[in-house]
């Protein structure tokens, strides 16, 4: 589909937004615009990345669908920092949002059975409040077979 001649001229003012510094009071103007250019075929990738840890949990589905556009080359990303992320929620977003983008792996060993349980506490208490029911997700393709799944906590 072709986007209207308005989004030429919105591209620039849209891209100074997304290039804005650290400031509160644009933060959601920043995020918005970097949606916006996502649709337009220019996703940055780095700052859609970035703002997982923090993004509002209403914007979970409108940041997947912006990484969407780029979902093959930011899906290593979101692994390794699902891997390596400084705190255990910040893991479970990426997790979160590599599930929502097809890669399973890093909730499926965020849901391992291991001696700590951090790890799957933490990406099952995420999972609601930031993107829907972690039950449904339990009994969906993508995570048969894991602990999770076979949780009797979670039937």
């Known amino acids: 589909m072709p986007f209207p001649p308005q989004a030429d001229e919105a591209r620039p003012n849209l891209i100074d937004y997304s290039k804005l510094q650290d400031n509160s009071s644009d933060a959601t103007k920043r995020l918005h615009a970097a949606f916006a ?3 337009l075929g ?3 990738q ?8 923090t993004v509002p949990a ?4 409108n940041l997947v669908a912006a990484l969407a556009h780029v979902k093959e ?11 390596s992320g400084a705190e255990h929620a910040e893991q479970a977003r ?6 929502h983008l097809g ?5 499926k060993n965020a849901l391992a059975v291991r001696g700590e349980p951090i790890h799957r506490t933490t990406l099952i208490h995420a999972y609601a409040p930031w993107h829907g029911d ?3 997700e339990s009994r969906s393709s993508r995570i048969t077979g894991t602990p999770m799944s076979r949780s009797p906590c979670l039937r």
Do not use: G, W
Not at 47 to 53: G, N, R, V
Not at 58 to 61: L, Q
Not at 73 to 83: C, D, G, I, N
Not at 103 to 107: I, K, S
């Open 94 to 99: 990426y997790a979160i949002v590599a599930l």
């Open 46 to 53: 780095e700052f859609l990345l970035d703002t997982i840890p």
């Open 73 to 83: 080359a930011v899906l290593p990303e979101l692994v390794r920092r699902a891997e």
């Open 134 to 136: 972690v039950l449904h």
């Open 58 to 61: 209403a914007e979970c589905r």
């Open 103 to 107: 890669n399973a792996e890093p909730a």
């Open 37 to 39: 250019l996502a649709d």
């Open 42 to 44: 220019e996703a940055p």
